[in-house]
């Protein structure tokens, strides 16, 4: 019997009926969950999905959509959240697997700061009441399923260092507008690839710009924002967000390939049952090298201190003072404060706390010499530290 394909109404169907909501703020979403339903039916047609994997994406649809729902009715109840602004938020980016997540938590340590947490990104609406950020019953919820997820898989933790109360990607709510590349990791989907490479980013970052200043209703501060892909468009970021600032994590690039292709095959066991390891090789060396050359090409365009760098290397050998250095960059104040909540997050969060995230090339039929080509120009042009 053949396998049931997803259908784009059919998943926005479901989504009013789960919130009993039926207003979008608009209707940009649609061109992406139709580019996404698409493609993702033609691996089911060939049989590449599971039927797990066609569950999961149609519960992955009715999520975004969903919580696109909650979120434009909140705002619709508290409309003066859209005057509010978002001055100086900080983007941290880069190619994937550069330490993008570790800053980001370094950041994040920082009482001063303000950043999306991954519980509130799930439930976004009602936003946290003040001073309820790490303590909203769903939050204490969720460290408690969390716990017990890391007590039944601890190599879970070798991955991806997160945590209920620690920052989310950006990834996670552009999904509501489907312009994000996390909803490329869902399988073999090329249409999706080139559609995500080439997408007119307007509408996601108008949405993004909504969904802090729903977050931001009890708690405010500086935001400190982080995703990897946000390099691959940062004009269109700086459109909607003119006095961001603009930070690049650097890496061994060949390093970060082996790993990002690591990561997505983690994705590909979910909806594909199996690791499709071409495709792997194929595909993400490439979007490494993409993400790389686009902010060479805006510096280019914008000038070398539209952006500034943080080394993964140095981070990891000296945190407090890599941490230091950028807030100057920054031009934000180094306190007692931020010295202390950093420190305390690095005694907390030792490297390879839950073991190591072993990684390389070979198996995705790659060798360091195939990788060379796409990063001469960036390795050329920036002092990176090799890992071997």
């Known amino acids: 019997m ?45 049989g590449i999905v599971t039927d797990g994997g066609i569950e999961r994406a ?10 696109r729902l909650r979120v434009a009715d909140y705002l619709r109840q508290n409309p003066e959240l859209t005057s509010r602004k978002i001055e100086r938020p900080v983007f941290v980016f880069g190619i994937p697997r550069t330490g993008t997540t570790l800053l980001s938590n370094l950041l994040a340590a920082d009482p001063a700061r303000r950043s999306p947490l991954e519980w509130e990104i799930e439930e976004p609406v009602p936003p946290a009441q003040a001073g309820m950020l790490k303590t909203d019953p769903r939050a204490l919820a969720k460290l408690e399923a969390h716990r017990a997820m890391l007590e039944a898989r601890p190599e879970m933790g070798k991955v991806y260092r997160s945590s209920p109360i620690y920052p989310h990607e950006c990834v996670w709510f552009l999904a509501h507008d489907f312009k994000t590349l996390m909803i490329e990791s869902k399988g073999k989907l090329p249409g999706y690839r080139e559609f995500i490479f080439g997408a007119d980013m307007t509408s996601a970052y108008s949405y993004h710009r909504k969904f802090l200043q729903t977050l931001q209703h009890h708690n405010t501060g500086v ?30 690039p060949y390093s970060a390939t082996a790993s990002l292709c690591s990561i997505i095959s983690m994705s590909h066991y979910a909806y594909l049952g199996k690791p499709d390891t071409e495709w792997l090789g194929e595909n993400y060396p490439w979007q490494a090298q993409q993400h790389a050359e686009r902010i060479m090409d805006f510096r280019d365009k914008h000038g070398e201190d539209r952006v500034i760098d943080v080394h993964y290397d140095r981070l990891l050998d000296d945190p407090l003072a890599t941490m230091k250095a950028l807030y100057k960059a920054l031009g934000d104040e180094w306190t007692s404060e931020a010295e202390a909540g950093i420190q305390g997050w690095i005694d907390d969060n030792p490297q390879n706390k839950f073991g190591k995230h072993e990684y390389k090339l070979a198996q995705y039929g790659l060798t360091k010499d195939d990788l060379v080509p796409l990063f001469e120009r960036y390795l050329a042009r920036y002092d990176v530290a090799m890992e071997g």
């Not at 608009?26 to 060939?46: C, H, K, M, P």
């Not at 892909?229 to 890496?251: C, F, G, M, N, Q």
Request: proline share 4%; charged share 25%.
């Open 223 to 252: 935001w400190n924002l982080k995703m990897p892909s946000h390099a691959l468009h940062l004009d269109y970021l700086i459109k909607e967000y003119p006095d961001a600032r603009l930070v690049w994590t650097h890496r061994d």
């Open 58 to 67: 149609a519960n992955d649809c009715v999520t975004y959509l969903g919580n």
């Open 2 to 46: 053949a396998q049931p394909q997803l259908n784009a109404d059919a998943l926005v169907d479901q989504a009013v009926k789960a919130t009993g909501l039926d207003s979008f703020d608009s209707e940009s979403y649609r061109e992406g969950l139709t580019v996404f339903v698409d493609d993702f039916n033609r691996g089911i047609a060939q």
